[in-house]
């Protein structure tokens, strides 16, 4: 598995914010971590992949990714994720 460089992390008191360095590796390290988690890794994957009109899966890139956030929920966690020109930031 490659490496991800966290570039901050802080804690208000209520969520913790981390900022990682935009990259492919980020999409192996957040299916592994949010699996850890309790999150099914199926579904996580997912917003990773998409369908063209043949049926065909692709797995998205990173690098494609700009400006957008998901939200992501289980009975434990509340996991924002931000994907901005160079960075990705998770609550």
């Known amino acids: 598995m490659a490496k991800i460089i966290i570039t901050g992390n802080e804690n208000n008191g209520y969520r ?32 990773f992949t998409s ?4 049926e065909n899966e692709f ?13 992501f929920e289980n009975g434990n966690y509340e996991i924002d994720l931000f994907f901005g020109a160079k960075k990705i930031i998770m609550l």
């Open 51 to 54: 369908t063209n009109k043949e």
């Open 16 to 47: 913790y914010r981390y900022s990682f360095v935009k990259g492919e590796e980020f999409k192996e390290f957040f299916i592994r971590f949010m699996g850890k988690i309790g999150f099914e890794k199926k579904k996580v994957r997912g917003y």
């Open 59 to 71: 797995q998205l890139k990173i690098k494609n990714f700009n400006d957008c956030c998901e939200f």
